[in-house]
Every structure is written in structure tokens, then in C-alpha cells.
């Protein structure tokens, strides 16, 4: 049944306009109707529906709300100051940083009483924000064509795709999509993508398909970041082109299916990326992994470790035999850290076996086993294999079911060093996660000779981090005790050129490194919980992450919203 116009009251804003004489009244009132409708702003359908002239309108706002105006026409657009935003939130809430002045963003926006709009700005950008009202068209138009450097390096690439979009159908074409991967406009697009992706320093490449674009977004210091959106129309072509490069099957569609492709960087750089690719509603959802070589060779002084957890980290791995264990989520560091720790051990006069699903970076000196569950090249297989092989190291990539753990268990009391995963939240559970798998608790007790979860942290940019204004209460709730809190500041993000206004660059370890002790060896013998193990550790001064992360702020590393946020367990 449709909406009798009557039937809606007019929000004082319509009001207003209408007292004015800015618009019709039925009409503003079917526009703002139409607008809740499609959930599209209402100072835009004003506009677009021509409701309401939009300089009249702006003229309006900026008396009413006492903000000032600008037209933007006249405004030549600084390229590094648009980097201050991600082309998402422009698009998101249609506004567009003009200049800044130290602190403080100027912000083009149409709608002043956008309050979330400045506040998301506000926290992304690190900034004060100032907003600047404009016309509503203009600003549509220039976010359209401004949004985000990336955009702009494909636009070309866009523009030729998009000619044929009137040629586009919804039925899956083969013919016509291995006829087009080799276009360059695919190509090209392909290219950039991973080049891009490296050189900002991505972790991750997701490519996701939706119904009318393909979001694109970099993974970077852990967090993801909306990059561009390029049209639908590229989504199969540039699918089918990575699926070439990985050796795939282009036309599977239907099923996942996982691979490789290496990339060469003069002079002599060469990346990998692992590759994912997953059928969702609306096409295939690709994810590529970016494994840089040099990451394997990051010295043990990198990693983060404070003095006394890497004194005990490097005294285990220099034991002849046991077992190491490495926790934590997928993304935690866990690979880097047993690279390191092979690195240091791979000294040519020891034989050195690794079980992965899959191998991530390969290393000259290791033997490395892709497991294959498929035809049964299980880590535990690999692990019996290598035990006739005459191994002094074993690299186990997850310990996931009983048979891994009990082969591995073995391979630690029998002479061997054996370096493994497991995904537990903390230290203290991993040894009573062994147990309920079903390993009798005096295997472990005589196996495992050290256990270490960790997470990664983002760190402060050095160039723009600035002291926070953190009341004493709330370092307290966190964890710091009262003596503590005095002749030092916690320092926060801020956000510059230098570390893409983020306010962080790069990250680091945090840890908890548990030596197990011989009272912690007879807590797991009479069947005690993980709990009873924390406590023990906490006697014998061993930190948990949280704490260890207290100490990261109190230096300075990194924030406290970064510790408390990668340490929420």
C-alpha cells in the first residue's frame, strides 16, 4: 500500500526549509521518505531530487549550525592530505579532507550534523576534524573521483573494463572469461595489485566479490585496511588470471582450491604468495598471503622479547632434546619465531626437519615437508618418516590430534629437539590441552621443557606518537600497580605521513615465556589445571602477555589500547 505523505511529520530541518521558502513541502517530505527507505543520507536525496537547490541548502546549513562554507570548486585538492583518509570512509560518509593545520583535519562535508561521520574521521585520522560544509553535488563528484591514491593509479584500468559492463552477463561465461584474462587491462590490474600490496608493506591481499563492486583490502600490521573498489565486471577475469598463475584450474568454481605464485622485484627480491580461493554467493572470495623470505631472518633481537624471556627462550632451544611449545592465533608470529630459532640452529653440522601445512618460506639447510592430508601425508606421517631419517631437530607446524602429539612426545624423549604449535590461548593451558588430547600426564611431564604464548602488537611511530591523557584509575583496571604510575606517561597514536596516518608502524612481540619448572612438573603429574600452573608460573616471576605488554607501554613501544587489545583473552 503506499504512503499517504500526510501520514509522515516533518523533521524540524524539513520544517525549516519549508519555512524558509527552500523547498515544497510535499515534496521534501516523498524525498526524506525515499531516503529512509534506501537508507541513503537526506541532505544527498535532497539534493539529487532536486527537493532543494544545493548552494541555498549549504547557505542554510552553515548559518543554522554556524559552520562555515567553502565552494569546492575553488579548492585545488592536496594528494597527501587525501591520504590522510581510506577511500571506504570517504565513500562511506561522502567527505573529503581539504588541508590540514598541525592537529587539526579540515573536513568537506555536506551534513554538520554527521556527528559519527566526524567522530570515525576523528579516531582513523588521529586528528581533530574541522568540518567545512560544501555543496552536496560537488562533494559527491569529487569523492567519486578523489577517493583514495589506489583508485587513481587504476583508474585507466577501470574505465576501459567498465566500456563493456553493457555486455556483461550474469551466467558464468568460460569462453568468454579465458578469452578476456589476458586482456591488459586484467593484467595490469593484477600486477599493480601485488606490487602495491608489497610495497605498502601488506601481510594479506582479500579480494571479496558483492553483488555490484569487489572490495580490496590489505591486511598491515595486523589490521585490515579498505583500499579500493573496483568494478564487478573485472571480478572473473582477474580471479581466472591469479588461478593461471597459481597453476589452478579456471574452470572450478565450485570448490576451494589453494596455491602459489612467485613474484620478482629487481634486483633480486623474490616474493611468494600463498593463495586462497573461496566460492561465496557472489563469485570466488581470493586471499593472498604475502611470504617474504626476509622475514625468516629476523634476529632473535627483533622479535620483541624482554631480556629475561629471551634468556630463556635461547637456553631451551639449546637444549639436545624435548620439547618447545609455541602458542597462539592464527597471525600471532608463531612462524616467525620457530624460524628464528632455526636459523639459529641451522648450523650445518645438524639435520633439521620440518612438517607444514604448508611450507611458508623455505629455508636452504631444512628439510621441509608440505603435509597432504589428501594422500595421507599427515603431520604425524611426516613425523614417523623423519624419525628414520636421522634427524637432531623436528619442526612439527600444528600439533592437532592425538597421533601428532603422541609422535612428537616420542621424538622429544628420544633424543631429539622438538619445535611445535599448538592453538591455546595462553601458556598454562597448553600442557593440560596435551592432556585432554590424551597424552598420559608423565609424558608430558618428562617431555616438555618450555611453553610460550605470544601476540602481536602494533608499534607507536616514532616520528608522531605523543604522551596520552590516561587518568590513574584506568591504569590500575589494566594492570599497572600503584607504584608504578609515577615519572612516566603512556604515549598514543597520533598519525603522519611516515606511518600512512595510522599513528603505528610496524610490531612486536608480546610473550609469556614459562620455563617448565619441577614443581610445575608435579602439578602436572597429580592431574592440576591450568590454573594451578599460572599460579605457579606467577611465583616463579614468569609475566603473562598482558604484563608484558604493560612493559611494552611503559617504554614507550606501543599504546595501551594496542595491549588491551591484542591481550583480551
Known sequence: ??????????????????????????????????????????????????AVQPAALMAYLSERYGVP??????????????????????????????????????????????????????FNAGLQVTPILVEADKLARAVDASAGSMRGRLADLFAEQAATAAEAQEEFDLAKVEEGIEDAPVVRFAQQLLLDAIQRGASDIHIEPYEKDVRVRYRMDGVLHDVLHPPVQLRDGVTSRLKILCRLDISERRLPQDGR????????????????????????????????????????????????????????????????????????????????????LNTGDVNISTAEDPVEITVYGINQVNVNERIGLTFAAALRSFLRQDPDI?????????????????????????????????????????????????????????????????????????????PDPALLEAGFQAEELTGWRPMTATGCEKC?????????????????????????????????????????????????GLRRVKEGATSLDEVLRVTNL
Not at 89 to 116: C, G, I, W
Not at 439 to 458: D, E
Not at 510 to 538: H, K, N, W
Open 1 to 50: 500500500m503506499a504512503t499517504n505523505p500526510e501520514s509522515t511529520a516533518l523533521t524540524p530541518l524539513l520544517r525549516a526549509l519549508v519555512a524558509n521558502g527552500l523547498g515544497e513541502e510535499a515534496l521534501l517530505r516523498s524525498t526524506a521518505e525515499n531516503a529512509a527507505r534506501s537508507k541513503k543520507p537526506l541532505i544527498f536525496s535532497l539534493v539529487e531530487h532536486g
Open 69 to 122: 562554507m567553502l565552494d569546492l570548486n575553488a579548492v585545488d585538492l592536496d594528494e597527501p592530505v587525501m591520504g590522510l583518509l581510506d577511500r571506504g570512509l570517504m565513500e562511506r560518509y561522502q567527505v573529503l579532507p581539504l588541508s590540514r593545520h598541525e592537529n587539526v583535519l579540515y573536513l568537506a562535508m555536506a551534513d554538520p550534523t554527521d556527528f559519527k561521520a566526524v567522530e570515525d574521521v576523528k
Open 261 to 344: 605464485l612467485r613474484v620478482r622485484i629487481p634486483p633480486d627480491r623474490v616474493i611468494d604468495f600463498r593463495v586462497s580461493f573461496l566460492p561465496t554467493t557472489n563469485g570466488e572470495t581470493i586471499v593472498l598471503r604475502i611470504l617474504d623470505p626476509a622475514s625468516s631472518r629476523v634476529g632473535i633481537d627483533q622479535l620483541g622479547f624482554l631480556p629475561e624471556q629471551q634468556k630463556a627462550f635461547e637456553d631451551a632451544i639449546r637444549r639436545p632434546y624435548g620439547m618447545i611449545l609455541v602458542t597462539g592465533p592464527t597471525g600471532s608470529g608463531k612462524t616467525t619465531t620457530l624460524y628464528t630459532a632455526l636459523n639459529i
Open 394 to 470: 623436528i619442526m612439527v607446524g600444528e600439533v592437532r590430534d592425538l597421533e601428532t602429539a603422541e609422535t612428537a612426545i616420542k621424538a622429544a624423549q628420544t633424543g631429539h629437539l622438538v619445535l611445535a604449535t599448538l592453538h591455546t590461548n595462553d601458556a598454562p593451558q597448553s600442557l593440560t590441552r596435551l592432556e585432554n588430547m590424551g597424552i598420559p600426564t608423565y609424558n608430558i611431564a618428562g617431555s616438555v621443557h618450555l611453553v610460550m604464548a605470544q601476540r602481536l602488537a602494533r608499534k607507536l611511530c616514532a616520528h608522531c606518537k605523543k604522551p596520552a591523557k590516561i
Open 500 to 548: 600512512n596516518n595510522t599513528g603505528y608502524k610496524g610490531r612486536l612481540g608480546l610473550y609469556q615465556v614459562m620455563p617448565v619448572s619441577d614443581a610445575m612438573r608435579e602439578i602436572i603429574m597429580r592431574g592440576g589445571t591450568s590454573i594451578d600452573l599460572a599460579r605457579q608460573a606467577a611465583q616463579e616471576g614468569v609475566i603473562t602477555m598482558r604484563q608484558s
